[in-house]
């Protein structure tokens, strides 16, 4: 990977530990100081939640120097829709939930176990999941998703369940496949490339352009064995050719 090309110097180091910091200061305060949204509307607390997203985004912005670009937005729509996508990073489990009106994200339940956190992910309505149970597990996605679709939300997913290496090869999991069938909603694609930029498991974060981009939904009514390769197709060309932009990117300013 080009990022490992050279040593990073000492203002990336103090920069993204800097970041580092205030990212999750920034997340105490607004736990603690927002606590009253806790008890409003739950689309108020979404709101605050975006908030939230954003800030943390601009001080990403301001500190490292990421910015970030979002392609194909016209391809989501206003009402209930699957978004599927790669996960590389922390970075989009917040900011794709500023990109949609009312996201409802899939998360591990053991997520909801977190003091103030975990609270909050109840609040909002998202969608915990009990991995060890696989068939218990997918019954109870689907039940949860089934009900955040009647309140018109956009159900955010990650199909290879948990984060993965921009360059790793794709392990889809049959989640996203499932609820596709079960739900009679378009399923909208998107790849990214912030694994470049917040990469898994280490505190660096790297100056540059985080590339969403979001591609033409799939309409509802494929059968699985037609559905599966498309979604996987869509989503890897996608995200190919974004970390491509990416490596490119980080090579011109060597």
């Known amino acids: 990977m080009l990022f490992k090309a050279k040593k990073p110097t000492l203002s990336l180091i103090v920069r993204s530990l800097i970041f580092n910091v205030v990212f999750y200061l920034n997340l105490i305060v607004f736990l603690v100081a927002g606590f009253g949204f ?54 989009e489990t917040f900011a794709v939930l500023t990109m949609v009106d009312d996201p409802a994200i899939v998360l591990k339940r053991e997520l909801t176990y977190i003091p103030l956190f975990g609270w909050f992910a109840l609040k909002f309505q998202m969608i915990a999941v009990d991995r060890g149970s696989a068939a218990n597990g997918l019954r109870s996605l689907i039940k949860s998703v089934k ?78 064995k037609e559905f599966s390769p498309v979604l ?16 490119k990117e980080y090579a011109a300013k060597k």
């Not at 996987?232 to 490596?247: F, H, M, N, P, Y």
Request: proline fraction near 9%.
């Open 147 to 224: 009900k955040s679709v009647t309140q018109g939300r956009q159900i955010l997913i990650f199909p290879e369940g948990t984060r993965k290496h921009p360059e790793a090869e794709p392990d889809y999991k049959p989640g996203a496949a499932a609820l596709y069938l079960k739900l009679d909603v378009p399923a909208v694609p998107f790849g990214l490339n912030s694994g470049l930029y917040w990469p898994r498991r280490k505190f660096l974060r790297f100056p540059g352009t985080i590339v969403v981009e979001f591609g033409p939904p799939i309409e509802a009514g494929l059968k699985r």
């Open 232 to 247: 996987q197709k869509a989503i890897e060309d996608i995200t190919s050719r974004l970390v491509e932009e990416g490596l």
């Open 38 to 91: 806790f008890f409003t509307p739950r689309k108020w607390s979404i709101r605050a939640l975006q908030a939230w997203a954003h800030v943390s985004m601009w001080w990403m912005k301001v500190i490292v120097g990421t910015r970030v670009e979002v392609r194909g937005l016209e391809h989501v729509p206003d009402g209930p829709c699957l978004l599927i996508g790669k996960h590389q990073s922390l970075w």
